[in-house]
């Protein structure tokens, strides 16, 4: 039966619905100021994590989360300052906001709330070891192995259509070094943003996985090696990408076979590379490579973005001692700048890359054209649903700082 154009949008836009949500309505600031009453200005429901001799509610974020119900109704979390040694998990379908109490709701740096957890993969999967994990399954968290990584099994249903993290840190400190993944963040089958918030780690610090959606804005993401990785899709906003050494790439992005077209992939704009400490910026000048393929359908952008003196010249490099580089992969810089651009570097690199989704180019770096055609610059170009619809971009808080 065939249906008039309306009604095939509605039903459209009901799946976008669905799964993407509509947008939440939060004076989240007035919330997280510290009163004599945390609570004043929090939605009604709000509950309220602190320490033991705060009088909350709750000692521990997890306890709260599981005392919700698991239906699409929005709950907000307020948790008092402190350092919360703790594994979080989020499986629930409906909307959920976690508050870090501050009365500088705009400056990462001032954060009293931090997530901590010490953990190594070894011989496990990395998922085990994620300080924050949002998905609606393990099966759907897991990495697993080879090309594809873990098989989800069929009929997975979606998990959190809006998570939001504000002024939270979280940390996986299992080694001061790159010892092996340690997630501090993992995201899959969800959609989620993360605002004023640092992500700590060495190896792997943020791990995007199948179906999972993140944004993150005016943040700090601290790591060595592929310290962004993942199948699903990333955007970073305006944040600090913090170098605590050099090893592996920046970004290391796995894409993923569906039979839709997709955007999976990272993208970094309009932030900033720049070592952690002095020791960093002394020791490891052109050491520091923006990425590598994960598999060759890795997709990685970095627009607008300084580049601080440890970058190396060609900026991308080959996955040692693996193809990993063909016509499907796109590893590619626009406008970007600072000492740890080499235009020269980049073109003697000898690495091609694929631009456009088109024939192999012999650079990384973006035309205007090329950027805007290719569905690099926007959010509704990017973020898809688990269907493929393009334009799940309403969990997006576009304003975060009213």
């Given amino acids: 039966?065939?249906?008039?154009?309306?009604?095939?949008?509605?039903?459209?836009?009901?799946?976008?619905?669905?799964?993407?949500?509509?947008?939440?309505?939060?004076?989240?600031?007035?919330?997280?100021?510290?009163?004599p009453d945390p609570l004043t200005g929090c939605p009604s429901g709000t509950l309220l994590v602190g320490?033991?001799?705060?009088?909350?509610?709750?000692?521990?974020?997890?306890?709260?989360?599981?005392?919700?119900?698991?239906?699409?109704?929005?709950?907000?979390?307020?948790?008092?300052?402190?350092?919360?040694?703790?594994?979080?998990?989020?499986?629930?379908?409906?909307?959920?906001?976690?508050?870090?109490?501050?009365?500088?709701?705009?400056?990462q740096s001032s954060n009293s709330v931090a997530i901590a957890w010490a953990a190594v993969a070894?011989?496990?999967?990395n998922a085990y070891t994620s300080t924050l994990t949002v998905a609606p399954t393990l099966n759907a968290s897991l990495t697993g192995a080879g090309p594809d990584g873990n098989p989800v099994p069929p009929g997975t249903p979606f998990g959190c259509t809006d998570f939001r993290a504000y002024n939270i840190d979280f940390v996986n400190d299992y080694a001061p070094y790159s010892d092996d993944p340690s997630l501090a963040i993992s995201i899959s089958y969800a959609n989620s943003g993360?605002?004023?918030?640092?992500?700590?780690?060495?190896?792997?610090?943020?791990?995007?996985?199948?179906?999972?959606?993140?944004?993150?804005y005016s943040s700090t993401i601290a790591?060595?090696?592929?310290?962004?990785?993942?199948?699903?899709?990333?955007?970073?906003?305006?944040?600090?990408?913090?170098?605590r050494s050099c090893g592996g790439g920046i970004t290391a992005w796995k894409g993923t076979n569906t039979t839709f077209e997709n955007m999976y992939g990272v993208y970094i704009h309009d932030s900033a590379v720049l070592p952690e400490n002095a020791t960093v910026a002394e020791e490891q000048v052109g050491q520091c490579a923006l990425g590598r393929p994960w598999n060759a359908q890795d997709r990685s952008l970095f627009a607008h973005t300084y580049l601080s003196a440890e970058i190396r010249a060609s900026g991308y490099i080959p996955w040692e001692g693996a193809d990993r580089i063909n016509f499907n992969t796109t590893m590619a810089e626009y406008k970007t700048y600072g000492p740890g651009f080499n235009f020269t570097g980049r073109m003697d690199a000898g690495i091609?890359?694929?631009?456009?989704?088109?024939?192999?180019?012999?650079?990384?770096?973006?035309?205007?054209?090329?950027?805007?055609?290719?569905?690099?610059?926007?959010?509704?170009?990017?973020?898809?649903?688990?269907?493929?619809?393009?334009?799940?971009?309403?969990?997006?808080?576009r304003t975060p700082w009213l």
């Fill in 223 to 243: 790591g060595q090696t592929d310290f962004l990785y993942g199948f699903g899709t990333l955007w970073v906003q305006s944040s600090l990408l913090s170098l």
């Fill in 194 to 216: 993360f605002y004023y918030c640092g992500f700590y780690s060495y190896q792997d610090t943020i791990y995007i996985g199948k179906l999972g959606n993140a944004y993150i």
């Fill in 352 to 397: 091609e890359f694929n631009t456009t989704q088109g024939p192999l180019t012999e650079h990384p770096i973006l035309t205007e054209e090329e950027y805007v055609t290719g569905g690099y610059s926007s959010l509704e170009t990017v973020f898809q649903d688990e269907k493929g619809t393009f334009g799940c971009t309403s969990w997006i808080d």
């Fill in 122 to 125: 070894g011989t496990g999967d």
């Fill in 51 to 107: 320490p033991d001799s705060s009088g909350a509610s709750f000692s521990s974020v997890q306890s709260a989360i599981l005392s919700i119900p698991n239906d699409t109704t929005p709950y907000t979390i307020l948790i008092l300052p402190g350092t919360y040694t703790e594994q979080l998990n989020v499986t629930r379908r409906g909307p959920l906001t976690l508050l870090g109490q501050t009365d500088v709701p705009t400056n």
């Fill in 1 to 35: 039966m065939a249906f008039p154009v309306p009604f095939q949008l509605l039903i459209v836009l009901i799946g976008l619905l669905l799964t993407c949500g509509p947008s939440l309505a939060l004076d989240r600031v007035a919330c997280q100021a510290a009163t």
